[in-house]
């Protein structure tokens, strides 16, 4: 790649990854060198490799899109994308940046797990798709590691995704399938709200590489066939913030959506979590929740609630709903912060016990 290409981006989930898997691996950039060819050196202190023709390539994590901020290139290559934590704004950022050269050119090698980048990919017709199966590199992996996978993984959804390379929807193990996703999509102007809700599941820690800040907005109503239903309006989950911001983030949904109370999991903070929200101007009613339960266990009943076709969502979700898909599965590496506040809202709404007043005789 490099003979063509004077300035290329190398972009991994992390900067190690980069350096382990792309650069120094048995396949890395500088191990594939043909015979009699000088590998490229590897400037550590400045993230560059630079070949003795004085073409560069610049390591990039997908931990920080704005690093992509400034540089320019003719070429990429972007390894497991569907493992970046921040997919999405790392390749609009990249797109941002192949601006030299008379075709700039981005090559991607990932396992095509179902997030929202990769299905960006699939459907964008300039984009040029490849497949290769484990077997196709058997030449070169042990047998034993080969025999051991086909026993154990052939025919299994995982073993698809992973040994074949194809592009699965549903997930072995997933709570929420795609087509149960299409289904809640559907027309929802019928369902007049006359309750509202913002849930949050606060992250533990701050900082680039903390947990995200679920914060999502969830409306009941009435549908003709006279059941309550429930309309997912908002998903404003949000990573890096300190603690006031994130609040003030989850204020200003409960104000645009027009929430009547906020619902927050109390598990990590207690009563702090209360405190900040109430620091950040939260004037409106705070629930503080505790969870006993594990979150499959807590998501059960909701997902019961989609396959009745009692939820709904608005447009906007993609993220929310691809986390959803990979609840429960081996293919979600991260905390489940837009789910958790996702059941905590419905829950709230629709499987705890509904009390209205009444009067008794004496």
């Known amino acids: 790649m490099a003979g063509g290409c004077r300035r290329i981006a190398l972009v991994a989930p992390t900067i190690g990854d980069a350096r382990e898997v792309m650069i120094e691996g048995v396949s890395g950039l500088r191990s594939i060198c043909r015979p009699g060819e000088t590998p490229p050196h590897f400037e550590v202190s400045r993230r560059r490799l630079v070949w003795p023709n004085g073409a560069e390539a610049h ?14 290139f003719d070429a990429a290559w972007c390894d497991e994308a569907a493992a970046w934590p921040r997919g999405t704004a790392v390749w609009d950022m990249l797109q941002m940046a192949l601006r030299l050269g ?25 984009v040029v798709i490849t497949r290769s199966t484990t077997m196709d590199n058997a030449d070169y992996l042990s047998a034993a590691f080969l025999e051991h996978v086909h026993e154990t993984y052939a025919g299994s959804q995982i073993g698809q995704q992973e040994l074949e390379g194809m592009l699965l929807d549903d997930l072995e193990g997933a709570l929420w399938t795609r087509s149960l996703i299409e289904q809640a ?12 809700i913002v849930a949050v599941d606060p992250p533990v820690s701050i900082g680039p590489n903390a947990d995200a800040c679920g914060i999502v907005a969830v409306g009941t109503g009435t549908i003709p066939t006279g059941e309550r239903a429930c309309l997912v309006l908002n998903d404003a989950t949000v990573r890096g913030l300190s603690p006031l911001d994130w609040a003030g983030r989850v204020l200003a949904l409960a104000r645009t959506v027009g929430a009547s109370r906020v619902l927050a999991e109390a598990n990590q903070g207690g009563e702090m979590v209360r405190s900040i929200l109430q620091s950040a101007g939260c004037d409106l009613p705070i629930i503080l929740k505790h969870a006993h339960l ?34 429960g599965t081996a ?32």
């Open 59 to 72: 390591v990039f994590s997908a931990e920080d899109p704005d690093s992509l901020r400034g540089p320019q």
């Open 102 to 126: 008379d075709m700039p050119r981005a090559v991607v090698t990932t396992t095509p797990r179902p997030v929202t980048l990769i299905r960006k990919m699939v459907e964008d017709r300039s």
């Open 185 to 196: 999509r559907r027309d929802a102007s019928d369902l007049n709200l006359h309750d509202i």
């Open 294 to 327: 594990s979150k499959r266990a807590r998501a059960m009943p909701v997902a019961v609630l989609y396959e009745q076709g009692r939820i709904l969502h608005a447009d906007g979700l993609m993220e929310l709903e691809d986390e959803m898909l990979r609840f």
């Open 331 to 362: 293919g979600l590496s991260h905390s489940p912060d837009r789910v958790d506040a996702l059941v905590w809202a419905i829950g709230a709404l629709m499987v705890q016990p509904q009390y209205t007043p009444r009067i008794q005789r004496l």
